[in-house]
C-alpha cells in the first residue's frame, strides 16, 4: 500500500514555493497517511466523505464552516461498485473573510458513460450540489476524476455553466 509513499512525495516536492491550499483525493483510503508521507499533516485537516475520497484544506488559512456528501450517480449494472458522491465543504479563509465551496467527485463507470442516469443527470446533480451548498460569493472549486473525458456531455454540461481551469492527463 501506498508505493513507498510516492504521493505525498509527489504533493511535498511540487507545493515547496506555492504550497496547495485544498487538495483532493479519490480512491484514497488513507489521506492521513499521504499527508503525513509529505510532511504536511501538522498544516492540513482532513474531511473524509463515502466512497473513498477526501478533501484536505491548509488549517493554518481556512475554517472549516460545513460540509456533507450528496449522491449524484450511480455505476451501471456490468462495471458497478455502488453510488458516487460529491463530497463538499464550505471554508471561510481567516485573514479575509473570503468562502469558497469544494466538490470533490469520483464519477461513474463505465467511464464515459455517466453511470446508470446518463451523462446529463450526473451534470445536473453535481450543479445541484453546487447551487444546494453553495453560497453568494462563494469561489467554487469542482474537482475529481470524473471517469468522463472532456469531450463527454458531462464535462461539457458543468462546463457550460463553469468555467474549467485544468483537465488532466488520463492514464489507460
Known sequence: KGNDGSAGKLIAANSVDAPYEFMVFQECEGVGRVLSDA???????????????AIAYRSTKWRLLNQGTDEVAED???????LR?????????????KTVLVVNHHGPLPVGSGGRCGRSATAWNLLRTIATHGQEG??????????ADAGTVTVQEVEARMHRLYTGASFG
Open 39 to 53: 510532511g504536511l499533516l501538522a498544516e492540513y485537516g482532513t474531511i473524509v466523505g463515502n466512497h473513498n475520497v
Open 76 to 82: 451501471r449494472p456490468e462495471q458497478w461498485w455502488g
Open 85 to 97: 458522491g460529491a463530497l463538499w465543504a464550505r471554508f471561510e479563509h481567516l485573514s479575509d473573510g
Open 138 to 147: 462563494d469561489g467554487i472549486i469542482l474537482a475529481g476524476d470524473f471517469n
